[in-house]
C-alpha cells in the first residue's frame, strides 16, 4: 500500500513534525506519476487490499493515507494488465475496480503465420550467443524459425494441452532461442567457423519447453513420457509442414540418388557442417534449394549450405522417400 499510494515517514517523524503533519507523509508510485501514465502488470496478483487503495484514483481521482485529510486531484491514465480470469487461479480483479476501468482490450495470439515468425525474429535474444569462442553470432535459417513458429501454433491447437493456460508467445521465442545455443556449442565442439543452426538442433527445443506447456491430465511419469511423445510428435509435423511450404516442386531426385546404391549420410551434433557435405559430394541443383530456403547469393557458406541439405533429407524422411536411424546423437539416413 505504502508502494503505491503512500504512507506515514517513520523518518519525517524522528525529525520532529507530529503525526498530525500531513508533511510527513510519504507519496508513493501513484501520485509522482501525475500528469502520466501509471501501468501495473499482472493486476490480479495484487492483494485485494491493496487492489481498493485504487478505487479512488480510478473514480474520485484522488488518494487517502492513514486518515489525513489531504486531497490532491491527480491527473493520470492507469493501465493494467491481466490474464482472463479462467487462465489462473492466483487472483482475480475485484469487481468495484474492474467496474472503475474505461475500456478493455483483450489481445490474441499472432492470427497468421507470417506475423509469429517476425515476431520471433524480432524478440529472440539469439545475437548475444554470439562474440564468445572466436565466432560470430549464431544464425537460424529462416526455415527453421518458420519450424518453431509451426510447432507452436501445432502446441496451441493439440488436444493434449490445457487451453485454459494456452501457450504463450515466449514458448516460441525461447525455442528459437534454444536452437541458436545449440548451434553454438555445436559449433565450438565440432570446431565450426560460424555457428549456423540445423536440424539436428530442433529436438533440444522439446525438454526445454516442457516447463513451459500444460498437459491435460498430467501428472503420472507414464503421463510426462507422453507428454514428451507428444511435443516430438508436432515437431516432426511441423518439419514435415515446413518442407512441403519450402521445397514443393522443388527437384531434389539427385539428392535421393545419392542412396540408391546403399551409400549413407551420418549428421549429428558433433557433425561438422563440411563433413556433412563431403559425405554427399556435388550436390545437384544445390543453388536452387538454397534459394528457395531464402539463402541469398554471395552469401552462401558452407554451413548454410549444410543446414538446407539436412533439412532438405529431414523433409525427404518425413514424406517416406529416405529412410532415418537415430542413435542418441547420431543420426543417419539412407534409402
Known amino acids: 500500500m505504502g508502494d503505491l499510494i503512500g504512507d506515514v515517514d517513520p523518518i519525517k517523524v524522528a525529525e520532529g513534525r507530529t503525526l498530525g503533519d500531513p508533511e510527513t507523509v510519504h507519496y508513493g508510485l501513484v501520485p509522482r506519476t501525475n500528469r502520466g501514465i501509471f501501468s501495473v502488470n499482472e493486476l490480479p496478483d495484487l492483494a485485494e487490499r491493496i487492489q481498493v487503495a485504487l478505487l479512488n484514483v480510478l473514480e474520485e481521482r484522488d488518494i487517502q493515507i492513514r486518515g489525513y485529510r489531504v486531497r490532491l486531484p491527480l491527473d493520470l ?3 493494467a494488465t491481466a490474464n482472463p480470469e479462467d487462465y489462473t487461479n492466483r487472483g482475480r480483479i475485484i469487481t468495484p475496480l474492474k467496474d472503475r476501468f474505461g475500456a478493455e482490450v483483450r489481445t490474441h495470439y499472432p492470427i497468421e503465420l507470417a506475423d509469429e515468425i517476425r515476431l520471433l525474429n524480432q524478440e529472440a535474444q539469439t545475437t548475444w550467443l554470439g562474440g564468445t569462442g572466436g565466432f560470430d553470432a549464431p544464425l537460424v535459417p529462416e526455415h527453421l524459425a518458420e519450424i518453431v ?3 507452436t501454433r501445432l502446441v496451441r491447437e493439440s488436444s493434449h494441452v490445457d487451453q485454459r493456460s494456452g501457450v504463450s508467445a515466449r514458448f516460441a521465442i525461447a525455442g ?7 548451434a553454438v556449442r555445436r559449433a565450438a565442439v565440432a570446431g565450426e567457423s560460424r555457428p549456423v543452426a540445423r536440424v539436428v538442433d530442433l529436438p533440444s527445443i522439446v525438454p526445454a519447453s516442457r ?7 498430467a501428472g503420472s511419469d507414464s503421463d510426462d513420457d507422453r507428454d514428451v511423445e507428444v ?3 508436432l515437431l516432426r509435423q511441423a518439419t514435415a509442414q515446413t518442407f512441403r511450404a519450402r521445397c514443393g516442386g522443388l527437384d531434389l531426385t539427385g539428392l535421393q540418388e545419392h542412396f540408391a546404391s546403399g551409400d549413407t549420410v551420418e549428421s549429428g551434433d558433433l557433425v561438422p557442417a563440411a563433413a556433412l557435405l563431403g559425405q554427399l559430394g556435388t550436390i545437384p541443383h544445390l543453388a536452387q534449394l538454397l534459394g528457395r530456403l531464402g539463402v541469398p547469393e ?19 524422411y518425413l514424406t517416406r522417400r529416405l529412410a532415418k536411424d537415430t542413435d542418441g546423437s547420431r543420426t543417419v539416413y539412407g534409402a
Open 211 to 217: 516447463g513451459k506447456v500444460e498437459f491435460a491430465d
Open 149 to 151: 513458429a509451426r510447432f
Open 77 to 79: 491514465l492507469l493501465v
Open 298 to 316: 554471395g552469401e552462401q557458406s558452407a554451413e548454410q549450405a549444410a543446414a538446407a541439405v539436412e533439412f532438405a533429407l529431414e523433409g525427404l
Open 176 to 182: 528459437l532461442e534454444t536452437v541458436a545455443a545449440s
Open 231 to 233: 511435443l516430438e510428435h
